[in-house]
């Protein structure tokens, strides 16, 4: 990433209060990597053929700067997670610069009065403003990638040549058994993301990390089985119905929905002894999250 | 830890967890009545300390004057509502009472300035109407700068931050600990650019957990987070 950043969420606080933030702004052509009809949190629909950018350091840094190329679409599940920024990635769209979640804020620019620009400063004093009073406040826990990242492998590098996304890191993030059902290209990646993503999980152990990577993913077949991706809420419902019996369901499906909720509820949130889901779902309902960096867990959402 | 240079002289911050700065009053011929005054970036608090037998007036009952209080229009604040007297009795107030201005300011790290006209009285007589000037710089709050090495770099933030209004802190990352943390209202985690971090890094993966907010810039910015549990840096591919 460079000195400049997109996509501002220019009505937040963070550009208003309490300076007005004034950028200088360039404009430029969607570059090829952004191709027409990606979209990202901060561009539900896609880059216009022309758009612009802030700048938020006076000049291009030298040299490379490997860690403000977050993608963003990995945290939408997190709640009160906050988007403010694009960085200028020459990777892909969808690179954080600003972010918050919980009482951490990430400033991906210099915070060198120096090398700031007017609307840099007036953000960066704006963002203590902001964080001030945010004491204490509770987010999710980190516990591994999201499944997010598959996807990301299916389009990164795929107009430059770059190829270990799909041949290399792809197939080692998956355990033994599903590697075989993975072929190593970008078609093979495509084809594996649409059938099984809305069905991996990780986080649960030592079979879901290796030497190299701290994420591996395993597919559910229970879940699978049912239909029923796993972060929907949906799903979630038809579990606890299954589970719940007396709906003529096979004695396979309800032993596969007791397991999917065994797997997916959180342990400190799960039902007390003699608590029947129904009754546990009731009581909880809107407060429950599914989260894939948590661990790919429904848990209480702590922000409420 | 070392005090930026460049600190508002004029702020004092007396009660950090509301950032309330105390604001330097000028009152050339103070007679019975102690004035001080106090600010947050929302409220402007003037407080009258009356001698006893003496009263001044919170609204006119055709007494002495009653006190008023109003910005100078080309400091960076401005007025968010009417001046807030304190109760009184048939118009007079006693012993020690409050004023309250709503404002909001119109740039960060502005200064107050503001003119009180005030005039103290017993039963008997008045003294002359008394003009107080305000000024400081409300909003202020106490930030700790973490930095790889106190240096140019740290130098130049800690003076740009002070310069706007926050009571700035400097330490390194081999230093900051718990107590340092929490002691400020935001903390503010610098980063030089990827390999010119050299020998800090480890000192960063340790960083101490705090309640206080953190404000993570850059390469370190995305290991502190990381480090401390929480996703949103782990995604860089």
């Known amino acids: ?304 | 830890m070392i005090r930026a240079a460049a600190l508002a002289t004029l702020l004092v911050v007396v009660a950090p967890l509301v950032a309330q700065a105390r604001l330097s009053v000028s009152v050339p011929h103070a007679q019975d009545c102690d004035v001080r005054a106090t600010a947050t970036d929302r409220e402007l608090r003037l407080e009258l300390r009356l001698a006893d037998g003496f009263h001044a007036y919170a609204r006119d009952v055709g007494g002495g004057g009653p006190v008023t209080l109003k910005l100078d229009p080309a400091c960076g604040y401005e007025a968010a509502g009417p001046l807030l007297p304190p109760a009184d009795k048939g118009g007079k107030v006693f012993g020690a009472a409050v004023w309250r201005l709503p404002i909001r300011p119109q740039r960060a790290g502005a200064e107050l300035r503001a003119t009180a006209w005030l005039q103290v009285c017993d039963e008997l007589m008045c003294h002359a109407p008394e003009r107080v000037e305000l000024s400081g710089r409300p909003g202020g709050f106490p930030v700790l700068l973490v930095s790889g090495a106190r240096d140019e770099r740290s130098g130049r933030i800690a003076d740009f931050l002070a310069a706007r209004g926050l009571d700035v802190d400097v330490t390194t990352y081999a230093e900051a600990t718990a107590a340092m943390c929490e002691r400020a209202e935001v903390v503010l985690c610098d980063s030089k650019r990827f390999r010119e971090t050299a020998k800090v890094r480890e000192h960063v993966l340790a960083f101490p957990q705090t309640t206080t907010p953190i404000v993570a810039v850059g390469f370190f910015g995305t290991e502190l987070v990381e480090a401390h549990g929480v996703a949103m840096t782990s995604g860089y591919v």
């Open chain 1, 1 to 304: 990433m460079d000195h400049l950043g997109h996509g501002l969420a220019l009505q937040h606080e963070i550009f208003r209060s309490p300076g007005e933030a004034k950028f200088d702004w360039v404009e430029r052509e969607r570059p090829a990597h952004y191709a027409a009809g990606d979209t990202s949190p901060l561009y539900p629909d896609g880059v216009p053929a022309t758009y612009r950018l802030a700048k938020f350091e006076e000049g291009k840094p030298s040299g490379w700067n490997p860690t403000i190329v977050s993608h963003e679409g990995f945290f939408t599940d997190v709640p009160g997670f906050e988007n403010l920024a694009e960085g200028n990635s020459a990777k892909m769209l969808g690179s954080l610069s600003l972010a918050r979640q919980g009482r951490y804020f990430y400033w991906g620019y210099s915070a060198d009065p120096a090398e700031l620009t007017d609307g840099a400063e007036t953000t960066l004093v704006n963002v203590l403003h902001y964080m001030r009073g945010r004491r204490a406040e509770a987010t999710v826990p980190y516990v591994c990638k999201t499944r997010k990242i598959l996807w990301v492998y299916t389009v990164l590098g795929k107009d430059t040549g770059y190829r270990r996304g799909v041949e290399e890191h792809f197939l080692n993030q998956l355990t033994e058994r599903w590697r075989a059902t993975y072929t190593p290209s970008f078609a093979g990646a495509q084809e594996w993301v649409a059938k099984y993503q809305p069905y991996v999980f990780s986080g649960r152990g030592e079979q879901h990390r290796n030497g190299r990577y701290q994420t591996v993913f395993e597919v559910d077949e229970d879940a699978m089985a049912l239909g029923t991706p796993n972060n929907l809420r949906a799903s979630l419902e038809r579990w606890i119905a299954l589970a719940a019996g007396g709906g003529g369901e096979s004695a396979a499906d309800r032993e596969r929905a007791e397991r999917c909720l065994a797997r997916y509820v959180h342990p400190d949130i799960a039902p007390a002894a003699g608590e029947g889901w129904p009754a546990w779902y009731e009581a909880r309902r809107d407060h429950l999250v599914f989260v894939d960096s948590a661990g790919f867990y429904w848990l209480a959402d702590p922000t409420r």
